[in-house]
């Protein structure tokens, strides 16, 4: 399994998406990829900073970007926050 499906909010826009995001990949390339796209997707409604960061939706916690999605647990149906 190189990939699992995990869905992310954008909270600044109330809308949801369902990305395919690489397991072995560090979460730091996983959130720069994922902000320029969800930028692109949103015709910029949904503009990423420094600051931008990707957190477990439920309980809030912001997810350490020098780790792997496999190395924090992730699995299919994660849901996820980019804020």
Known sequence: MDKILVEIYVPVIGRCFD????????????????????AELTDSQ????????LCDRLSGET???????????LLNGSRLMLI
Request: hydrophobic share 50%; charged share 15%; glycine share 6%.
């Open 19 to 38: 990305v395919y995001i690489p397991v072995a990949s560090k979460l730091s390339q996983v959130e720069a990829l994922l902000a320029g796209a969800l």
């Open 46 to 53: 949904f503009v990423p900073s420094r600051d931008t960061v």
């Open 63 to 73: 997810l350490d970007i020098n780790s792997s999605a496999l190395e924090l647990g």
